[in-house]
C-alpha cells in the first residue's frame, strides 16, 4: 500500500465514525464451545484469559487484594477456547477452528507466540501430565481422540494418538498425581435407540422394525403412551414413523430391554437374546504414565452431554457437569402438566393410577442438570443442581426460576476438595457445590455476567474469576461473601445483533418455565445433541396448520408446490413422531425450517418457547426478531474432509459429477433436490415420491460428516444385527438410517454399481460448509524453519487461496523487540505484499517479511475469513487508524473512540 497523508487517515476516522456497527460486521460466528478459558500460572500471580471473539490470550497481573491488571493480549487463532499455563512463563492456547495450539511466552515484555502446533480437526483442550508433566494431552474433538506431545520440546507430530470410543471427546482433568487424564466426551449419547419405521422409500411391507409382525404390535402403528386415546384425534390419524426405545428395566420382565414407552420390549428385533448394545462411554480413563499412553477404562452413564470434568484434589473423584436428557419420553405436552412420580422418570404410568392423571409428555422437563460423581469406571453419586424445585409435584407457576441452574459448564475445586466452584451458562450464575460429603449439595448461587463458562481461583486472595462469554467480561468475586464485586471488561469485536440476540439462545430465566432450559439446551452452541426426540403435540384438533404453496423448483413433478393440499402433502400433522435435532447454524437461504417444514422461518419458532421450554409466553416480537437477527449469523466451521486448498479428492469430485450430472432418481439429479450450494432447494417432497409416511422439506447436506459412524444399526430387521453401536441415531428425520450407503441403496436410486454410491458419499462428506478448509490454519516461523518445505508449501497454499480470493492473509509477531502486524494482498498466485499497522510504512513482500522471522522474533503467518483482513490484522477497532500507530501516539488500538 502507499503511503496515506496524516489529514486522509483523520478524515477516514471520522467517516468510519459514522459507520462503525457495519465495519465491526468483519467478525465470524462460530459460536464455540468454551471447555477451559481461564487458569491460572503455577505461583497465582497471573490470570490467563482466552478472548474467543477477539483471537487473543489476555493475560493479568494479580495483586496482592485480587484485582486484576491487563498485562498484555497476545494475537493467538480463530476460536481460542482453552488454555493451561504449563509453567511460569509459558502457556498452551487452543484454537479450535484454526486446529492449532498457540504455545504463548508469558515474559513481561516478550509476551508473544513462540509455535504453532498444527493438530487434528476441532481442538477443545489440553492437561500436562505424566511423570514430571512432561507430556500434554491434546482432545481432537472431531477426529475422536486424544494426541499427545512432548510438553517441553513438542514437535511438529504428536508422540502418540489415543482413539476414543466416544463422539466429540472435549474437556479433559488430571489427577493430582499427573497418572492419569480423563477424557470427558461430549456427545455421549443416552441409551436411546431409533427403531426403524420407514425407509424414505420404496420397501416392501414388513421391511422396517416397526412394522415388522415381530413388533410388540405386530407390525401396527406404535400407539401412544397409557392414558392418551388413540382413537381420538389427533392421535387417531397418526401417522407411521419410527419410536424411540431406552435401555432400562421394562416392567413385564426383570433385567435391562430396549423398552419404549408403553412398557414395551424391543429386544426381539434388536438382535434377541442377544440385543445391541450401546456401552454409553462418557468418560475416557487415560494411562498418562504408560511408555505409550492408552486409554485404561471408560465410566458410562455420566450424562448425555458432558461439558467439562474437574478432579476433587483430595480423593482423586471425578465430577462431571451435564445435563441428561429425556428424549425418551413422548409429546411436547400433555394434559397434565405435573405428571406422576414414576412417568416423569421414565415415560411409565403406575398401573393404579387413574389415566386421567397420568399422561406423560416433556412438559417443559427436557433434562436433569447435574453433576455426576465417579471414582474410576463407576458412578459413586449425582448432585442435584436444581433442588429448589420437583418436577413432579411442583406447579411450574411456583418455581422460582431465579434460583435455577442451567447448562454447568467449567468448574474448579478447593484445594481442600470441600468445595467447587461450576460456572454455569445458561444462568449467569456460578453454583458453589459442598463437596465434603459424597456426592455434594449445592449451597449457593453467585451470581455473575452473562454466559459464564470458566472460572478460576487464587485462594490467597479469597478471589474468583469467572469469565461471562456473552458479555465478555470477567467477573472478581469474593468467595468469603460469593458476591461479585467488579467486572473487568475484554475488547469485543461482535457486532451489536450477536451481542444483542445471543441471550435468546442462552438464557434459561428469560426464554424457559422453570429456568433450567432454554433453547440451547438441545442446540448446545447453535448445533445438535445428536438425539431424536418425539415433540408431538397430541393436544392439537383440527383443523392442522396448512403447508403453504410454493413456486416449483428443480423437482417441480413431485414437489408439492402450487397444489400443498393434494395426496401426500396436505397440512402438517401434529403427531409428526421422532425426529433428530437439527443445527440452528447457517440457516439463511435454506428455505422454510424444521424437517417438515412447518417453521415458514426462524421467527416462526417463537411458538417453542410457551410450548416447549414452557415460558409463560411467546418471546416479544423485537425479541424474537433479535434472535432471528442472532442466529443467522452462526457459521459451520470448515468441512474438516476437504484438501487443505479447498479442493476435493478425487472421489469426491468423482461424486460431484454424479451428484449434479448424473440421473439417479429417474427423472432426477440429485442436485435437482439437494441444489448447490447449501444442498437444499427449500421445497416440500410428496411422501408419495420416496414413499414414506410425511411430505418433506429437501435438508441441506452441509454437515453430513458430523453424524457419520454413529448408528451401527440397519433399518432393515432382515439384516445382521451388530453386537454394539456408539449412538442411537443416524442420518434422515428419524435417525433411522445408519449410514449414507444405506440410503442411497434404498430402490428408488438407480447407481449401478459400489463405486458411484462410494464417490457421492465421498462428495457429501466432503460438502462445502461455506468455509474454505484453510480458513483459520495457521504456522509461525521461527528463524530455525524459515525453509522448512512443508512450511512453506503450507504458505503456498496460503497465498494461492488469497489470490483466489478465498481468504484474507494476516501476519502476527515480533519485530524490532515489538508486536507488528501486517496485511497481506495478492501479487500473483505465488506471492503476496503485506502492509505494516504503522500507515507510513512500505508494504513487504511476503518472502521478505518471512526472512525476518528470528527466534525471539517469530511471525505467525494465518489465513482468516476474506474481507477480513483489514480488523485481524491492521484496525483491531475498525476506527481507521492502524494498531501500531495507535499505540506510538497512546491512543488504545481497542477502542473506536480513542484514537490518535
Given at each position: 500500500?502507499n503511503k496515506?497523508p496524516?489529514?486522509?487517515?483523520?478524515?477516514?476516522?471520522?467517516?468510519?465514525?459514522?459507520f462503525?456497527?457495519?465495519?465491526?460486521?468483519?467478525?465470524?460466528?462460530?459460536?464455540?464451545?468454551?471447555?477451559?478459558?481461564?487458569?491460572?500460572?503455577?505461583?497465582?500471580?497471573?490470570?490467563?484469559v482466552?478472548?474467543?471473539?477477539?483471537?487473543?490470550?489476555?493475560?493479568?497481573t494479580?495483586?496482592?487484594?485480587?484485582?486484576?491488571?491487563?498485562?498484555?493480549?497476545?494475537?493467538?487463532?480463530?476460536?481460542?477456547?482453552?488454555?493451561?499455563?504449563?509453567?511460569?512463563?509459558?502457556?498452551?492456547?487452543v484454537?479450535?477452528?484454526?486446529?492449532?495450539?498457540?504455545?504463548?511466552?508469558?515474559?513481561p515484555?516478550?509476551?508473544?507466540?513462540?509455535?504453532?502446533?498444527?493438530?487434528?480437526?476441532?481442538?477443545?483442550?489440553?492437561v500436562?501430565?505424566?511423570?514430571?508433566?512432561?507430556?500434554a494431552?491434546?482432545?481432537?474433538?472431531?477426529?475422536?481422540?486424544?494426541?499427545v506431545?512432548a510438553?517441553?520440546?513438542?514437535?511438529?507430530?504428536?508422540?502418540?494418538q489415543?482413539?476414543?470410543?466416544?463422539?466429540?471427546?472435549?474437556?479433559?482433568?488430571?489427577?493430582?498425581?499427573?497418572?492419569?487424564?480423563?477424557?470427558?466426551?461430549?456427545?455421549?449419547?443416552?441409551?436411546?435407540?431409533?427403531?426403524?419405521?420407514?425407509?424414505?422409500?420404496?420397501?416392501?411391507?414388513?421391511?422396517?422394525?416397526?412394522?415388522?409382525?415381530?413388533?410388540?404390535?405386530?407390525?401396527?402403528?406404535?400407539?401412544?403412551?397409557?392414558?392418551?386415546?388413540?382413537?381420538?384425534?389427533?392421535l387417531d390419524?397418526?401417522?407411521?414413523?419410527?419410536?424411540?426405545?431406552?435401555?432400562?428395566?421394562?416392567?413385564?420382565?426383570?433385567?435391562a430391554?430396549?423398552?419404549?414407552?408403553?412398557?414395551?420390549?424391543?429386544?426381539a428385533?434388536?438382535?434377541?437374546s442377544?440385543p445391541?448394545?450401546?456401552?454409553?462411554?462418557?468418560?475416557?480413563?487415560?494411562?498418562?504414565?504408560?511408555?505409550?499412553?492408552?486409554?485404561?477404562?471408560?465410566?458410562?452413564?455420566?450424562?448425555?452431554?458432558?461439558?467439562?470434568?474437574?478432579?476433587?484434589?483430595?480423593?482423586?473423584?471425578?465430577?462431571?457437569?451435564?445435563?441428561?436428557?429425556?428424549?425418551?419420553?413422548r409429546?411436547?405436552?400433555?394434559?397434565?402438566?405435573?405428571?406422576?412420580g414414576?412417568?416423569?422418570?421414565n415415560?411409565?404410568?403406575?398401573?393404579?393410577?387413574?389415566?386421567?392423571l397420568?399422561?406423560?409428555?416433556?412438559?417443559?422437563?427436557?433434562?436433569?442438570?447435574?453433576?455426576?460423581?465417579?471414582?474410576?469406571?463407576?458412578?459413586?453419586?449425582?448432585?442435584?443442581?436444581?433442588?429448589?424445585?420437583?418436577?413432579?409435584?411442583?406447579?411450574?407457576?411456583?418455581?422460582?426460576?431465579?434460583?435455577?441452574?442451567?447448562?454447568?459448564?467449567?468448574?474448579?475445586?478447593?484445594?481442600?476438595?470441600?468445595?467447587?466452584?461450576?460456572?454455569?451458562?445458561?444462568?449467569?450464575?456460578?453454583?458453589?457445590?459442598?463437596?465434603?460429603?459424597?456426592?455434594?449439595?449445592?449451597?449457593?448461587?453467585?451470581?455473575?455476567?452473562?454466559?459464564p463458562?470458566?472460572?478460576?481461583?487464587?485462594?490467597s486472595?479469597?478471589?474468583?474469576?469467572?469469565?461471562?462469554?456473552?458479555?465478555?467480561?470477567?467477573?472478581?468475586?469474593?468467595?468469603?461473601?460469593?458476591?461479585?464485586?467488579?467486572?473487568?471488561?475484554?475488547?469485543?469485536?461482535?457486532?451489536p445483533?450477536?451481542?444483542?440476540?445471543?441471550?435468546?439462545?442462552?438464557?434459561?430465566?428469560?426464554s424457559?418455565?422453570?429456568?433450567?432450559?432454554?433453547?440451547?439446551?438441545?442446540?448446545?452452541?447453535?448445533?445438535?445433541?445428536?438425539?431424536?426426540?418425539?415433540?408431538?403435540?397430541?393436544?392439537?384438533l383440527?383443523?392442522?396448520?396448512?403447508?403453504?404453496?410454493?413456486?416449483?423448483?428443480?423437482?417441480?413433478?413431485?414437489?408439492?408446490?402450487?397444489?400443498?393440499?393434494?395426496?401426500?402433502?396436505?397440512?402438517?400433522?401434529?403427531?409428526?413422531?421422532?425426529?433428530?435435532?437439527?443445527?440452528?447454524?447457517?440457516?439463511?437461504?435454506?428455505?422454510?425450517l424444521?424437517?417438515?417444514g412447518?417453521?415458514e422461518?426462524?421467527?416462526?419458532?417463537?411458538?417453542?418457547?410457551?410450548?416447549?421450554?414452557?415460558?409463560?409466553?411467546?418471546?416479544?416480537?423485537?425479541?424474537?426478531?433479535?434472535?432471528?437477527?442472532?442466529?443467522?449469523?452462526?457459521?459451520?466451521?470448515?468441512?474438516p474432509?476437504?484438501?487443505?486448498?479447498?479442493?476435493?479428492?478425487?472421489?469426491?469430485?468423482?461424486?460431484?459429477?454424479?451428484?449434479?450430472?448424473?440421473?439417479?432418481?429417474?427423472?432426477?439429479?440429485?442436485?435437482?433436490?439437494?441444489?448447490?450450494?447449501?444442498?437444499?432447494?427449500?421445497?416440500?417432497?410428496?411422501?408419495?415420491?420416496?414413499q414414506?409416511?410425511?411430505?418433506?422439506k429437501?435438508?441441506?447436506?452441509r454437515?453430513?460428516?458430523?453424524?457419520?459412524?454413529?448408528?451401527?444399526?440397519?433399518?432393515?430387521?432382515?439384516?445382521?444385527?451388530?453386537?454394539?453401536?456408539?449412538?442411537?441415531?443416524?442420518?434422515?428425520?428419524?435417525?433411522?438410517?445408519?449410514?449414507?450407503?444405506?440410503?442411497?441403496e434404498i430402490?428408488v436410486?438407480?447407481?449401478?454399481?459400489?463405486?458411484?454410491i462410494?464417490?457421492?458419499?465421498?462428495?457429501?462428506?466432503?460438502?462445502?460448509?461455506?468455509?474454505?478448509?484453510?480458513?483459520?490454519?495457521?504456522?509461525?516461523?521461527?528463524?530455525?524453519?524459515?525453509a522448512?518445505?512443508?512450511?512453506n508449501?503450507?504458505?503456498?497454499?496460503?497465498?494461492?487461496?488469497?489470490?483466489?480470493?478465498?481468504?484474507?492473509?494476516?501476519?502476527?509477531?515480533?519485530?524490532?523487540?515489538?508486536?507488528?502486524?501486517?496485511?497481506?494482498?495478492?501479487?500473483s498466485?505465488?506471492?503476496?505484499?503485506?502492509?505494516?499497522?504503522?500507515?507510513?510504512?512500505?508494504?513487504?513482500?511476503?518472502?521478505?517479511?518471512?526472512?525476518?522471522?528470528?527466534?525471539?522474533?517469530?511471525?505467525?503467518?494465518?489465513?482468516?475469513?476474506?474481507?477480513?483482513?483489514?480488523?485481524?490484522?491492521?484496525?483491531?477497532?475498525?476506527?481507521?487508524?492502524y494498531d501500531?500507530?495507535?499505540?506510538?501516539?497512546?491512543?488504545?488500538?481497542?477502542?473506536?473512540?480513542?484514537?490518535?
Amino acid at each position: 500500500m502507499n503511503k496515506f497523508p496524516q489529514c486522509l487517515q483523520i478524515f477516514l476516522a471520522l467517516l468510519m465514525a459514522l459507520f462503525i456497527p457495519a465495519a465491526f460486521a468483519q467478525w465470524v460466528n462460530y459460536e464455540g464451545h468454551q471447555i477451559h478459558p481461564v487458569d491460572l500460572t503455577p505461583d497465582g500471580n497471573r490470570l490467563l484469559v482466552v478472548n474467543t471473539p477477539d483471537a487473543r490470550l489476555s493475560i493479568f497481573t494479580i495483586d496482592g487484594s485480587g484485582n486484576l491488571a491487563l498485562q498484555a493480549e497476545v494475537p493467538v487463532g480463530t476460536e481460542p477456547v482453552s488454555v493451561r499455563a504449563r509453567t511460569n512463563g509459558e502457556a498452551w492456547v487452543v484454537n479450535h477452528i484454526s486446529d492449532t495450539i498457540s504455545i504463548v511466552d508469558l515474559t513481561p515484555g516478550s509476551e508473544r507466540v513462540r509455535q504453532t502446533i498444527k493438530t487434528g480437526d476441532e481442538p477443545s483442550d489440553v492437561v500436562f501430565a505424566g511423570t514430571g508433566n512432561l507430556r500434554a494431552f491434546v482432545s481432537i474433538s472431531q477426529r475422536n481422540r486424544v494426541d499427545v506431545y512432548a510438553a517441553a520440546s513438542p514437535g511438529t507430530a504428536p508422540l502418540f494418538q489415543i482413539p476414543i470410543d466416544g463422539e466429540d471427546p472435549r474437556a479433559l482433568a488430571r489427577n493430582p498425581a499427573g497418572t492419569e487424564v480423563y477424557a470427558a466426551v461430549f456427545h455421549s449419547m443416552n441409551q436411546t435407540l431409533s427403531v426403524s419405521g420407514t425407509i424414505g422409500s420404496a420397501v416392501p411391507a414388513g421391511s422396517t422394525r416397526v412394522t415388522s409382525t415381530q413388533s410388540p404390535y405386530a407390525g401396527a402403528i406404535v400407539p401412544p403412551p397409557p392414558g392418551y386415546n388413540a382413537a381420538s384425534p389427533p392421535l387417531d390419524t397418526r401417522p407411521l414413523t419410527s419410536t424411540i426405545v431406552k435401555w432400562r428395566d421394562c416392567a413385564a420382565s426383570p433385567g435391562a430391554e430396549w423398552c419404549d414407552d408403553n412398557d414395551n420390549s424391543w429386544n426381539a428385533l434388536l438382535g434377541g437374546s442377544n440385543p445391541i448394545q450401546m456401552p454409553d462411554r462418557d468418560v475416557a480413563i487415560i494411562d498418562a504414565d504408560a511408555a505409550k499412553p492408552a486409554v485404561s477404562g471408560y465410566t458410562p452413564s455420566v450424562g448425555t452431554l458432558n461439558f467439562g470434568i474437574a478432579v476433587n484434589p483430595a480423593n482423586g473423584r471425578l465430577y462431571i457437569s451435564n445435563t441428561d436428557a429425556r428424549n425418551h419420553v413422548r409429546f411436547e405436552r400433555g394434559p397434565e402438566i405435573l405428571g406422576d412420580g414414576k412417568g416423569d422418570e421414565n415415560g411409565i404410568c403406575d398401573d393404579n393410577e387413574a389415566q386421567n392423571l397420568c399422561l406423560p409428555a416433556l412438559n417443559g422437563h427436557l433434562v436433569d442438570t447435574r453433576l455426576t460423581v465417579a471414582d474410576g469406571t463407576a458412578v459413586v453419586g449425582r448432585v442435584d443442581l436444581n433442588p429448589h424445585f420437583d418436577f413432579d409435584t411442583d406447579p411450574i407457576s411456583t418455581v422460582d426460576k431465579t434460583l435455577s441452574i442451567g447448562q454447568p459448564n467449567g468448574m474448579v475445586f478447593h484445594s481442600s476438595g470441600d468445595k467447587l466452584y461450576a460456572a454455569a451458562l445458561l444462568s449467569q450464575k456460578v453454583a458453589v457445590v459442598d463437596t465434603s460429603a459424597l456426592p455434594g449439595t449445592l449451597v449457593e448461587r453467585i451470581d455473575v455476567g452473562e454466559g459464564p463458562t470458566g472460572v478460576a481461583l487464587k485462594e490467597s486472595a479469597d478471589r474468583l474469576y469467572v469469565l461471562n462469554r456473552h458479555d465478555n467480561t470477567v467477573s472478581i468475586v469474593d468467595t468469603g461473601s460469593n458476591l461479585q464485586l467488579s467486572t473487568v471488561s475484554l475488547f469485543n469485536p461482535e457486532p451489536p445483533e450477536v451481542t444483542d440476540g445471543r441471550r435468546f439462545l442462552y438464557d434459561g430465566q428469560l426464554s424457559s418455565g422453570r429456568g433450567d432450559i432454554s433453547c440451547a439446551t438441545c442446540h448446545p452452541f447453535a448445533n445438535f445433541d445428536l438425539l431424536s426426540w418425539d415433540l408431538g403435540d397430541p393436544l392439537k384438533l383440527p383443523p392442522f396448520d396448512p403447508r403453504p404453496a410454493q413456486s416449483p423448483g428443480g423437482a417441480g413433478a413431485v414437489e408439492c408446490g402450487t397444489n400443498p393440499n393434494q395426496i401426500g402433502c396436505g397440512p402438517f400433522h401434529p403427531v409428526k413422531g421422532p425426529r433428530t435435532t437439527q443445527t440452528l447454524k447457517d440457516l439463511g437461504g435454506t428455505g422454510p425450517l424444521h424437517w417438515h417444514g412447518d417453521r415458514e422461518n426462524f421467527n416462526a419458532f417463537n411458538a417453542a418457547f410457551p410450548g416447549l421450554l414452557r415460558r409463560h409466553a411467546q418471546l416479544p416480537a423485537n425479541d424474537m426478531q433479535a434472535f432471528t437477527d442472532f442466529i443467522l449469523t452462526v457459521k459451520f466451521p470448515p468441512n474438516p474432509n476437504r484438501n487443505p486448498d479447498d479442493t476435493l479428492s478425487a472421489s469426491a469430485q468423482a461424486g460431484l459429477t454424479e451428484f449434479t450430472s448424473m440421473t439417479r432418481d429417474n427423472p432426477f439429479q440429485c442436485s435437482d433436490c439437494h441444489s448447490l450450494p447449501t444442498g437444499t432447494n427449500g421445497k416440500f417432497i410428496n411422501a408419495l415420491a420416496d414413499q414414506s409416511s410425511q411430505a418433506m422439506k429437501v435438508p441441506h447436506l452441509r454437515n453430513m460428516y458430523e453424524k457419520a459412524g454413529l448408528l451401527a444399526l440397519h433399518p432393515d430387521p432382515s439384516e445382521p444385527v451388530p453386537t454394539e453401536t456408539r449412538g442411537g441415531f443416524g442420518f434422515a428425520d428419524e435417525g433411522q438410517i445408519d449410514t449414507l450407503v444405506t440410503f442411497l441403496e434404498i430402490p428408488v436410486f438407480s447407481f449401478t454399481n459400489a463405486s458411484q454410491i462410494d464417490d457421492t458419499v465421498q462428495f457429501m462428506m466432503e460438502f462445502d460448509t461455506g468455509q474454505p478448509a484453510m480458513v483459520g490454519d495457521q504456522f509461525t516461523f521461527d528463524g530455525a524453519n524459515n525453509a522448512d518445505a512443508v512450511l512453506n508449501m503450507r504458505l503456498d497454499t496460503f497465498q494461492q487461496a488469497l489470490f483466489g480470493g478465498k481468504v484474507d492473509l494476516v501476519v502476527k509477531g515480533i519485530l524490532g523487540g515489538i508486536p507488528r502486524s501486517f496485511r497481506c494482498t495478492a501479487v500473483s498466485a505465488v506471492t503476496a505484499s503485506c502492509q505494516p499497522d504503522r500507515v507510513a510504512e512500505s508494504a513487504i513482500d511476503s518472502d521478505a517479511l518471512k526472512a525476518m522471522a528470528a527466534a525471539g522474533a517469530e511471525l505467525t503467518f494465518w489465513a482468516v475469513p476474506a474481507g477480513f483482513g483489514e480488523r485481524i490484522g491492521l484496525d483491531r477497532d475498525l476506527d481507521s487508524f492502524y494498531d501500531r500507530d495507535e499505540l506510538d501516539a497512546g491512543s488504545d488500538p481497542a477502542d473506536p473512540q480513542s484514537t490518535p
